[in-house]
């Protein structure tokens, strides 16, 4: 029997990916992994001019979602697939590749999953995190700083120039499709849905 996709979507900073790999934990690593979408990314680093410049990594156009939906369509067969790596310092997807196997359940997050049809046609259960915009930004800036190279100048002004209005454009809209849609702030709903899901899914 093939893995159970499950679909974790929001914005930039909403805390999806704190809920995916919260759920996982709790499915225990014998039953779930998370797959992310942001190891999707095309390579840009001969387009990419300057922290926060001209590259738009909120577009779906920066994304490989056609060798994202083939992985998916793998993972549902239970086989393995070879999950591209990124290096987001220099934007730029490298040749090494590592091996995802197929579990029980799949996590995949991103914040424009829902907005593809050829994903959503492949995820099982699809939820979206909600979180107000300001709270977003401060998680983002954190993030991109500590953990990206990024700088707090460029990470405002993408923020501005693309995640907001992609966000606006692409990744809300696309909560129509979610199953669920819960909050990225409040945190009895946080563990009420893990729990949920663990007993759904019969864990």
Same mark, same amino acid.
Do not use: Y
């Given at each position: 029997m093939g893995s159970f996709?499950?679909? /974790?979507? =929001? *914005? %930039? *900073? %909403? =805390? &999806? @990916?704190?809920f995916a790999e919260a759920l996982a934990k709790k499915l225990g690593p014998n039953t779930a992994s998370v797959l992310y979408q942001d190891s999707y990314y095309i390579d840009q680093s001969e387009k990419f001019d300057h922290d926060g410049g001209s590259v738009n990594f909120d577009h779906p156009s920066a994304l490989d979602f056609k060798l994202l939906a083939k992985h998916l369509a793998e993972l549902k067969k239970n086989? %393995?697939?070879? /999950? +591209?790596l990124y290096n987001f310092a220099r934007h730029q997807r490298l040749k090494e590749t590592i091996i995802f196997k197929a579990k029980k359940v799949v996590i995949l997050d991103g914040i424009l999953i829902l907005g593809q049809k050829n994903i959503r046609d492949l995820?099982? &259960?699809?939820i979206y995190i909600q979180t107000p915009e300001d709270i977003r930004f401060e998680r983002?800036? #954190?993030r991109d700083v500590e953990t990206r190279g990024? @700088? +707090? $100048?460029? /990470? &405002? #002004?993408?923020f501005e120039k693309q995640v907001k209005p992609m966000h606006d454009l692409f990744v809300a809209p %696309?909560? $129509?499709f979610a199953d669920i849609v819960n909050s990225g702030t409040d945190i009895k709903m946080f563990h009420s849905l893990l729990d949920k899901l663990t007993h759904e899914l019969n864990l």
């Open positions: 996709i499950i679909g /974790v979507a =929001g *914005g %930039s *900073g %909403s =805390g &999806k @990916t704190f086989n %393995s697939i070879q /999950v +591209p995820i099982d &259960k699809s983002r800036l #954190k990024r @700088t +707090p $100048e460029g /990470v &405002k #002004k993408q %696309s909560m $129509e």
